[in-house]
């Protein structure tokens, strides 16, 4: 693959298998299809809150994930109880999560 996004990822769960290839150029993509068809799960795993089996995301030349091998970045959960874009005008506009 040459795409600015693009993830190759295998996962499995129980009798489950995912097996996932995406690529992006700068546009928007849609992840779609019938329930429990492993649409949160490919989230999951490009966002970092999972780890798959076996795989590897890059963004742009930046290789992300790279399994076997491990994380290549680090990945930070954010609070859920904190806005992280305060509201147009408010004091302190930043994305700040100090008393988390």
């Known amino acids: 693959m040459s795409a600015y996004f693009e993830a190759s990822l295998r996962h499995r769960i129980g009798n489950f ?9 700068r546009e928007i993509g849609v992840l779609f299809g019938p ?27 930046r290789l992300l994930l790279e399994i076997p091998g491990g994380p290549v970045l680090p990945v930070h959960n954010l609070c859920s109880n904190r806005r ?3 509201r147009p005008g408010e004091e302190g506009n930043d994305c700040s999560l100090e008393g988390c």
């Open 35 to 61: 329930s429990a068809a492993g649409k949160s799960l490919t989230l999951r795993l490009i966002a970092g809150l999972a780890h798959p089996q076996n795989g590897t995301v890059r963004l742009g030349r």
């Open 84 to 86: 992280l874009w305060e």
């Open 17 to 25: 298998d995912l097996d996932v290839e995406l690529a992006l150029e």
